[in-house]
Every structure is written in C-alpha cells, then in structure tokens.
C-alpha cells in the first residue's frame, strides 16, 4: 500500500467514512423495521375494519356477502353449511392473525370468531412488499450516498486537523543545528501540537548545545593533547641520539617512545572517529601490506623469545580509507596476538579482500567470544583498557568492513578482517 493511504489524513477521514456507515446502516435498518411494523399494524387495523364493517352489514342483512377488491378478501364459515369457496389452508386456522402463501401471493390473514361463525379477513401484501422493497433501495441508496459524503467530510476535516502536524513534521525535518531554533515553534498555538513543537524547538537547542560542546573539545583535545606529545617525541628522539645514553637507557626511552607513538595514532583516530562523514575525511588509498609490515615491525618488541611470526602475502590489495584507522585496526588485532601468544606461532595471511592473523596463544573463553567488541569488556586475564577492540568494530563499522573472531579455548585464537568495499 502507498504512502498516501498509510497517512494519518487517510486514517481519519477512513474514521469519518465507517462512523458515516455505521450510523447509516443503524438508520436505515430502524426506519426499515419501523416502515415494517407500521405496515402490518395499518393493515392489521384495516383488516379489523374490514371484519366489524361485515358483521355489522350482516347483523342487518344475513345475505350480505364478504368484501372482496384487489387488495382484500373476506369469507364466511359457519356451523350449517360449508362454503367450498374457502381455501383449505384457513380451514383449520383459529381466531388470530397469520401470514400465508396462497398460489405464490403473499397474505396477512385476519380471523375472528363470533357466534359460533369464523370470519376469515385476507389482505394482499404484494403491493405493500413491493413498496418495502423500494423504500429498502432507497434507504441503500441513502447509506451509499452518506458513506461518500462522510468520506469527503472526513477527507476536508482531517486536512484540516492534519495541516498543523504536517506543518511541524515539515520544520523539524529540515531544522538543523544551526538554524534558530524558535522558527520551529513559531506561529502555533499553545495546544497539544504546540506543546509538541516547543519540545522540539527544546530538543534542537539542547542538540545544538551539545554539538557546540563536542566541537569544542575536540579542538581543545587535538590541540592540548598533540603539543605536549610531540614535545615529548621531540625530547626522546634528542635522548635517542645522546652518545652518553647507555643501552638499559635507550630501551626504556624506546618504550616512552612507543608510548607516545600509540598515544598519538590513538588520539588521532579518535577524533578522525568524531567527525561525521563528510568530504573533510580523507580517504586513502592504503597499501596493506605496507602497513602490516610498519605494525609488525613497531610491536615486535611484545614477542617472546618463544612466538615466531610467519608472514604470507597471497595477495596485494589497496585499501581505501584513513591510513591511521586502518592501521590502529590491524595494530589491535596483531598486538593482541602478539601479546598473548607466550610460544608458538603468530600467523599473517594477507589476502584480495581479507587479512587473517592467527596464534597459538591461550584462546578465549566460548562465553566471553560474544562480548569482546563491547566497550571496555576485558576478558579473563586481561590486562588491556577494553577499548581496543571495541575501535576496532566503530572503525570497521564506519568503512563497512567485517572483523570476525574465531577462538578455542587452549588453542589459540584467529582474527579475520573482511574488507567489503
């Protein structure tokens, strides 16, 4: 069904259409009951008229014979003689009144019983079933023609009650953030719509608030945290190069190093992260080996003398994307297995549209596979933040790739990262 009959216009004035119908047809059924009934009390009546007139007639003349016209026709029995001219069917019929078929016309039967005489009344309904019966089309008629002027009432009224709602479906769908946000109240009344319109105008300036807030802090973050960031990159890249730095000094300054590298690729896909998808996004054309080979070589430090790493390349894509995303999404998922994986074998299969990386490490429980996207989840024996992951998928989901997460307790676990695009 199309949109126009699922409207609420279209509901109302369906409403207005069935209440018309209804009451029409409540209508047309009483008027046709009480057209019946007063019928067959006038022919009831005429028929008693009919009987006292006869008798009377016959209380002056004896030979007087019973009525008989198109419409009525009256008989006599009586004890002494029997009149063959009676049809048998009223015979047996005692004092009353009755409803019969004689030679396929319908008759109201009228009986009377005085003296020791029956007096037999029969009124012809033919006519008066015909005239019921176009009294009956009328009042159909009458119900159709009712329907349809309820229709187009209900079709004009519910425009009417509509209008208001439309109206306001109208300035919120295209409101935003930056207009002002008392145009969306403006102009109605203080009902129930505008109530409605008011909290809208309401939720557009809270929503505005928070925009103006997240802006904020995302300029006060890139530029609060990245300047004390590359100072410190500054100062260890000098301590690097110090000849008085002995080899114990170096590796702990290559970890603040590494530190301070990860702090950086963080902060940066964070607020690549906030952004809405926009044009102000840059899309790359990324070389994913290369970047599997920088994070290989930037982790390899988080191996024990025990993991090898075994890195096939059945393929050479370019995938399309941030470089820092990208890269923070295969930098969780090797650093994972690379951390984890105490001895035995790290494995980097990189494919068309996917990369896989395999290890030998200590698995993840079955109970605890279908939470490890969820934000700062940690499993047992973790000793991460909980975040990675769950970037990992925000990422993934941002790009429309696929991560999925293969693991068996014992025996290790293996990441498969679909790129769909």
């Excluded at 001219?85 to 109201?108: F, S, V, W």
């Excluded at 894509?317 to 074998?345: D, H, M, Q, W």
Aim: with cysteine; charged share 20%; hydrophobic share 40%.
């Amino acid at each position: 069904m199309s949109k126009v009959f699922l409207s609420l216009r279209f509901k109302l004035a369906l409403t207005f259409s069935i209440f018309g119908a209804m009451v029409s047809l409540l209508l047309s059924l009483g008027l046709s009951f009480t057209a019946h009934s007063l019928g067959e009390r006038l022919i009831d009546e005429t028929l008693r008229a009919e009987i006292d007139d006869y008798i009377s007639r016959r209380s002056r003349n004896p030979n007087s014979l019973p009525p008989a016209t198109i419409s009525i026709q009256g008989y006599l029995l009586t004890q002494n003689q029997q009149n063959e001219t009676i049809p048998p069917e009223l015979i047996p019929l005692a004092e009353g009144k009755y409803q019969l078929t004689l030679n396929d016309t319908p008759y109201r039967v009228a009986v009377i019983v005085k003296n020791n005489e029956r007096y037999f009344m029969l009124f012809n309904e033919k006519r008066q079933r015909h005239r019921e019966e176009m009294f009956l089309y009328d009042l159909m008629f009458g119900t159709i023609i009712m329907v349809i002027i309820s229709a187009w009432v209900g079709w004009w009224l519910s425009g009417r009650v509509v209008a208001p709602i439309s109206e306001l479906a109208r300035r919120v769908s295209k409101a935003s953030p930056s207009d002002n946000a008392d145009d969306v109240e403006e102009g109605f009344s203080s009902d129930e719509i505008g109530q409605l319109a008011h909290v809208f105008s309401s939720y557009l300036k809270r929503m505005r608030a928070f925009i103006d807030r997240e802006i904020s802090f995302t300029s006060d973050v890139s530029h609060e945290l990245r300047t004390p960031l590359a100072i410190v990159q500054g100062v260890v890249e000098l301590m690097e190069e110090s000849p008085s730095v002995d080899d114990k000094q170096k590796e702990r300054i290559a970890r603040i190093g590494r530190a301070s590298n990860e702090m950086v690729n963080l902060t940066t896909a964070l607020l690549l992260m906030a952004r809405e998808d926009t044009d102000e996004v840059v899309v790359q054309k990324c070389d994913l080996c290369d970047v599997v080979n920088v994070v290989v070589e930037m982790n390899k430090h988080l191996l024990s003398e025990q993991t090898s790493v075994k890195f096939a390349i059945n393929a050479h894509p370019y995938i399309g994307a941030e470089r820092t995303l990208l890269s923070i999404v295969v930098a969780n998922l090797i650093r994972n297995a690379f951390t984890y994986t105490l001895s035995g074998t790290v494995s980097i299969l990189v494919e068309s549209n996917e990369l896989i990386i395999s290890d030998t490490g200590p698995g993840i429980r079955s109970e605890e596979i279908c939470r490890v996207f969820q934000r700062n989840f940690k499993g047992f024996g973790s000793s991460g933040s909980g975040i990675g992951l769950s970037l990992v998928k925000r990422i993934c989901d941002r790009y429309g790739w696929e991560t999925i997460i293969h693991s068996t307790e014992g025996q290790g676990t293996s990441a498969y990262l679909i790129f769909n695009n």
